[in-house]
């Protein structure tokens, strides 16, 4: 453990905790690697996210055609009274994935006597940014950074603050890249780690027109094409691979059947790539499966949840219903 200083200046500094799990180290290119061994090809999202990619993924957040984040930031600051009142005073927050989102200052602006925060992402640099912005407005509350990979169901160091109740903060849909299955372990342990009383803030992508979704996902910009062919930039700069970005495109659309978009690298033509010295061979067509993104609609949800053991308390919606954010309560 490492107390971390971040900036240089003469102001007094704001300081965190910072946790480095290192989770890129050892078995976890091997992951990368039996995935693209598999057929169908398939990698986890987790690995898009490194520095350039945590970037691309902000850079999607301010998008036209990418409505989730708008949405969601929207409808916490709209309801942000109702959603301080129903968490009430004293509680002690954990976010999973939060990059670099502002939006956990809007939840803070709202709830009385914040306890404490501890902020969990897999990519260093926008989490030390988040939390260095967290400690600069909020001094006197006690903020953690921990870098890992939460798909790995971690045991989380003990929080610093002296809380009532913990508040897991799971925003951006993120629950939508875990198959159902295993959003129900997710939301289980995170129902563990919320412990007696603990509640759950979550924001759940909602169903809705083909046309909006498939346009999220494939902008017009391209954005979303070079944050997915990112993974195999990221394969060549960090494992020794020579994937030649040209010959893969960037697919993206909606397989109504499970409700999720799906994101696939299709390779142009019959070729061969290299990663750690492994041949890799490509028909023309095929995919890697780099990422499902599950949309839910309310009731669907709540009964997901219900399965980990949350029980829900409120949910709400903006006013074009794209996006809703519940609020689940853990069984007594
Ligand atoms: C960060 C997982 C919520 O699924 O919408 C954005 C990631 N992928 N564009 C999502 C993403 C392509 C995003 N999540």
């Not at 790995?152 to 629950?175: C, M, T, Y």
């Not at 759950?200 to 346009?215: N, P, Q, S, Y």
């Not at 996902?217 to 960090?238: C, H, I, P, S, W």
């Not at 799906?262 to 061969?272: A, I």
């Amino acid at each position: 453990m490492t107390l971390h200083q971040v900036s240089r200046s003469h102001r007094p500094r704001p300081d965190f905790e910072y946790i480095d799990l290192n989770p890129t180290e050892g078995v976890w290119w091997q992951e990368a690697l039996s995935g693209m061994q598999l057929r169908p090809k398939r990698v986890a999202p987790k690995f898009f996210y490194d520095q350039a990619g945590s970037w691309l993924f902000e850079r999607i957040t301010q998008l036209p055609e990418y409505y989730l984040t708008r949405a969601e930031t929207a409808l916490l600051q709209a309801k942000g009274p109702e959603i301080g009142e129903a968490l009430g005073s004293d509680c002690e927050l954990v976010e999973f994935g939060c990059g670099n989102s502002a939006k956990i200052l809007d939840l803070l602006s709202v709830l009385e006597r914040p306890r404490g925060y501890l902020a969990i992402d897999i990519s260093r640099e926008p989490l030390l940014e988040l939390c260095a912005k967290v400690a600069a407005t909020h001094p006197g509350l006690p903020v953690q950074g921990l870098r890992a990979d939460f798909s790995q169901f971690l045991k989380l160091p003990r929080l610093k603050g002296r809380a009532e109740r913990k508040v897991i903060f799971f925003p951006g849909s993120s629950i939508g890249n875990f198959d159902p299955p295993e959003a129900v372990d997710f939301l289980s342990h995170a129902r563990e780690t919320a412990g007696p009383g603990g509640s759950l803030l979550i924001g759940v992508d909602l169903k809705k027109d083909r046309e909006l979704l498939e346009a999220a996902y494939d902008d017009a910009q391209g954005v979303t094409a070079m944050f997915n062919k990112n993974l195999l930039a990221r394969l060549n700069r960090e494992c020794g691979g020579d994937f030649n970005l040209d010959a893969f495109r960037h697919r993206a659309f909606y397989n109504e059947g499970p409700g999720r978009i799906e994101m696939h690298l299709e390779s142009l033509r019959s070729q061969e790539a290299h990663v750690f010295g492994e041949k890799l061979t490509f028909e023309a067509g095929e995919t890697i499966h780099t990422e499902n993104s599950y949309k839910y609609r309310i009731q669907q949800f709540q009964d997901l949840a219900a399965k980990a053991g949350w029980q829900p308390e409120r949910v709400w919606l903006d006013d074009a219903r794209l996006f809703s954010v519940h609020l689940l309560r853990g069984e007594a």
